[in-house]
Structures are given as structure tokens and as C-alpha cells.
């Protein structure tokens, strides 16, 4: 650190005024070397350097040869490495006298670093002048500040207001998302439900008033609207939910077609075992086709020959679009006269033609005897496909495993889930069909099957014939029945052969439950 060196002048007591240079050990002691032109302190030595001080009294009068001219202090460069002064020191200086020193700070420094103009006199750095302002400026500046802070406010309150108007916007989303989720994903136990996503496509051929089906639509779109609780949308002719369809090239010349469509609004993930809303939804034809014939145009195409009947060669043009897996009827409607007036070759005849036609096209033959009939078996057979998809993944899974669903004490419909191993192993027992829970207890004391593992290994016994593995739970004791009393009867051949053929079957197909009617 670089320090300005420092002149005092001071009066001694015999009245002589002398001026001096501290050097840096001098300033040590306790001289403020602050610049500050002109400044009167008194000095109080501390009592370690007071022999230093008491030389300045008692020793006789120095020469003052050694002082340098102030006129040249502007020329001379001073070290802060001076030697200590050679006076010597005098014990009898009273230490608690007070010197009256005016300071005259120099700034070496500055002197060199300021500008020397041509004459050799030195140039004064104007000071910045400083301008007052006025009560006008004043309160102009302060109304600007006020501003700020409002406009500033206003913006944060702006601000507030969009965060809280995205979140509710966020939480009714996502309340409505809940909302859709749990609709879709709400069990269908009725075929009424499927009923206002369902259309019944018919070909144009037979919604002419000419046709013999045209008298049934009328009766089977007020079913359908009565049993869905669906309004009928009236400005389509046919009304839904029978449309007329549109025929495609594959189709063409085949005049007695109905299919039906689907409305798809979800989708079933396997992966999440849950039903998810598809972003657009979307119409699928069904894989159920039929045909719909009266029974005057059959007995008529069994008087012809085989190469020139229509009802026969328009099912095997059908089947032969369609394919193997797509699921195939033949309405034969018998609401007229005709029935009541055929002879009994013709009857013959017909069972005949009906049995070989249903082996060369593999279909279904439904023969409704009067017009309610036609309206119901419609009907049926909508419900159906409607309900088909719920009621292939209810049977695909167990209802209680965890992997499939949630582990809690019980599900939705109220059936309570195992707590253990072998709770879960008797629930999977009173899966099949027509047995209880009460019987699964039951079953899963019987030795051999107190477990799944205990149940897969009897079953697969080799010493045991496949007959003796039917009848392996013939005689245990039902337990309890539906109603809590005491059961008096045992398991018989029917049931336990049941069982056998659920834990040892290979056909993925089969259902463990009863099929819904």
C-alpha cells in the first residue's frame, strides 16, 4: 500500500515554531495522516514509544539545516524507508503535556500525476457542479415511480389471475377426464347398454315397401328405442336404428344382406386391462352377416334345380367374401300362410336342403314362425354383438387376480378378494361354474387339493385313470348355500367332473364361468 508521507509544524516550549517530516514509524504512533488541509490534533503518545517523544523536549536545539525548503517539496522524492530519527531520548518529558500540531498533507502522488500546463503552474480539475432539482421535477419523478409500482402491480395480479384460471381449467379437465374413464370403464352387465352404439344395416333391396321386411322395421326401431331409452333419430329413412346400406363392389347382387355397425368410442388396452377413449371416434362393420329370406321364396328355389337356386348360390357367394371367421345367418321368415299349407314331402325336403346348406356354408339357420318373432330375434342378435366384446374380456380374465385389477378387500360388485395364497386359490375355485364360495372352502380341505400346485399334480397323476379323475370330488360336502344355511348335499359327477375338465383342458376357448345368456 502506497501512503502520502505527511509535514507537521508544531511550537516547542521555548516558543520556536518548527516543521517537520513523519515518516512511516512517526505515523505509527498515532498521527492521523487522513488529508485534511489545516487540521489541529492533540497527540497522546502511547506509553511504549514514550522515551521516543521525550527527546523532542530535552534534547538541546537540533539544527534545522535538515528540513527540507517546502517551496521544493514537489521536487524531491521521499522513501517511506527513512531512517529513525537520532535524537536521543530524555526521561524527564512530561508525557501528559499536549502538543498543538497543524497538519499540512502533501500528496506526493498527486502532485506527479497532475497536469502542468505550459507556464509551469498547475491546472485545478473543475469540481461537477450540482444541480438542484425542482419540486416539479421531483414530483414528476415521484408520480413516474408510483406509476411503475401500479402498471407492476397490475401485471402480477394479471399474472395471478391467469395461473389460477389454468389451474381450475386443468382440475375440470381432468375431472371430466375421470369423469369419461369411469363411464367407459363402467361394467356392462346388460345388453340394453350396447344398444345405442348398435345400426342395423340393411341392403335397399329390402327397404322397399314391396319387401317382406319392411312391415318389421317400424316395430323393431321402436324395441330397440324403448329398450335403450335412445331417443329415435326420425330424419333418416329408415329411422335409427336401421340405416340403409351403402352396397360395395363385393357385395353387389347380393339383395337380402344385413350386417351391423358399431359406434367406437373406446378401446380395450391389454396391457392396462382398461378400457381407453379413442381421440376420434369411429364406425366398424361387425363380423356377423345374414340373410334374410321368407319361406315362399325357399320352398320356391327347392323346386329348381341346384345351379339355378338363389337362396343357395347367394350363401355361398357370401360365405366365400366373408371368409371362415366372420359369423353367418339364415332368416328364414315363416310369419305367412305358407308354412301351415306345406305337405309333409315338402317339409322332408326342406329339412334336407336346410342341413346341406348349413355344412357347405357353415351358417346358422334361424326360422321365426310369425312377425313378433322377426322383431325379436332382431333384436336378440343386436344385443348380442353389442354385448359380444364385454363379455369375451370378462371371461378372459379372472375377476379377482391382482395382476388384472386392484388388491383391496373387495371389488366393485361387492365380492371380497383373497388375503392370502390360499384365499386366492378359492376364489379361483368358485370361478366355475355352479361352484359356491362355501364349496371351494370345502374343496380346498380335500386332500390333493389344498392348493393349485396339490390340484394340477393329482389331476396329472398317471396311476389314475381319466374317469377316476373325474370323480375325484364326488362326495365332498357343499358346505354352505347361498342363503348361509347348512347344505345337506354332497359334490356329484356332474360337478366334479366340471372341475376336472376346467384344471385340465387345452382349449384357450373355453370359459370357466357360465356363458351369458
Known amino acids: 500500500m502506497i501512503r502520502s508521507p505527511s509535514f507537521v509544524s508544531y511550537t516547542s516550549e521555548d516558543g520556536t515554531e518548527i516543521t517537520e517530516l513523519l515518516d512511516s514509524d512517526e505515523e505509527s504512533l498515532g498521527f492521523d495522516p487522513t488529508p485534511r488541509a489545516i487540521r489541529t490534533t492533540a497527540i497522546r503518545p502511547s506509553p511504549t514509544f514514550a522515551p521516543a517523544f521525550s527527546s523532542l523536549d530535552d534534547a538541546e536545539d537540533s539544527d534545522d539545516s535538515e528540513l527540507p525548503d517546502l517551496s521544493q517539496l514537489h521536487q524531491i522524492r521521499i522513501s517511506s524507508s527513512r531512517a529513525p530519527s537520532t535524537r536521543t531520548s530524555t526521561p524527564d518529558l512530561d508525557m501528559d503535556s499536549d502538543y498543538q500540531i497543524e497538519r499540512v498533507v502533501h500528496v506526493v502522488q498527486e502532485i506527479h500525476t497532475s497536469h502542468i500546463q505550459g507556464d509551469g503552474t498547475r491546472s485545478v480539475r473543475p469540481k461537477k457542479s450540482r444541480t438542484r432539482k425542482s419540486a416539479e421535477e421531483v414530483q414528476r419523478e415521484k408520480e413516474a415511480r408510483d406509476l411503475a409500482k401500479q402498471v407492476s402491480a397490475e401485471q402480477k395480479k394479471l399474472e395471478r389471475a391467469a395461473e389460477k384460471a389454468r389451474k381450475e381449467a386443468e382440475r375440470v379437465h381432468q375431472k371430466a377426464e375421470k369423469q369419461v374413464h369411469s363411464a367407459l370403464n363402467k361394467l356392462v352387465t346388460s345388453k340394453k347398454e350396447t344398444l345405442p352404439n348398435m345400426t342395423i344395416e340393411v341392403h335397399p333391396a329390402l327397404c ?9 322395421i317400424e316395430p323393431l326401431v321402436n324395441r330397440i328405442v324403448e329398450e335403450s331409452g335412445t331417443p329415435s333419430r326420425m330424419r333418416s329413412s329408415p329411422p335409427w336404428p336401421v340405416e340403409q346400406m351403402k352396397v360395395e363392389g363385393r357385395f353387389t347382387g347380393i339383395d337380402n344382406l344385413i350386417r351391423w355397425r358399431r359406434k367406437v368410442v373406446a378401446k380395450y388396452s391389454e396391457e392396462d386391462k382398461e378400457w381407453q377413449a379413442v381421440s376420434d371416434p369411429y364406425s366398424r362393420v361387425e363380423g356377423t352377416y345374414a340373410m334374410y329370406y321368407t319361406l315362399r321364396m325357399v320352398l320356391a328355389d327347392i323346386r329348381l334345380p341346384v345351379a339355378r337356386r338363389s ?36 317339409k322332408e325336403r326342406l329339412e334336407e336342403w336346410l342341413a346341406e346348406l348349413q355344412i357347405e356354408t357353415d351358417c346358422y339357420v334361424v326360422r321365426p314362425k310369425d312377425d313378433d318373432g322377426v322383431v325379436t330375434w332382431l333384436y336378440n342378435m343386436t344385443g348380442d354383438i353389442g354385448f359380444k366384446p364385454y363379455k369375451l374380456i370378462e371371461r378372459s380374465h379372472l375377476a379377482f387376480c391382482p395382476l388384472t385389477r386392484p388388491v383391496h378387500d373387495s371389488d366393485e360388485n361387492g365380492s371380497k378378494r383373497g388375503k392370502s395364497a390360499r384365499g386366492t386359490y378359492q376364489q379361483m375355485l368358485a370361478q366355475i361354474y355352479r361352484v359356491t364360495p362355501s364349496m371351494a372352502e370345502e374343496i380346498s380341505k380335500q386332500p390333493g387339493f389344498r392348493t393349485l400346485r396339490e390340484t394340477f399334480e393329482t389331476y396329472s397323476d398317471p396311476g389314475l385313470t381319466e374317469r ?50
Do not use: C
Open 311 to 346: 337362396t343357395y348360390q347367394g350363401m355361398k357367394t357370401l360365405r366365400a367374401e366373408l371368409g371362415p371367421k366372420h359369423q353367418l345367418f339364415l332368416i328364414i321368415d315363416e310369419s305367412g300362410d305358407e308354412r301351415k299349407a306345406m305337405r309333409r314331402e315338402e
Open 468 to 517: 377316476q379323475k373325474e370323480e375325484l370330488l364326488v362326495g365332498t360336502w357343499m358346505g354352505r348355500t347361498q342363503s348361509g344355511n347348512l347344505s345337506r348335499r354332497d359334490v356329484g359327477k356332474v360337478l366334479s367332473s366340471r372341475v376336472y375338465n376346467v384344471f385340465t383342458t387345452e382349449d384357450s376357448l373355453q370359459l370357466v364361468g357360465k356363458d351369458v345368456e
Open 208 to 216: 322397399n315397401r314391396t319387401s317382406a321386411l319392411h312391415k318389421h
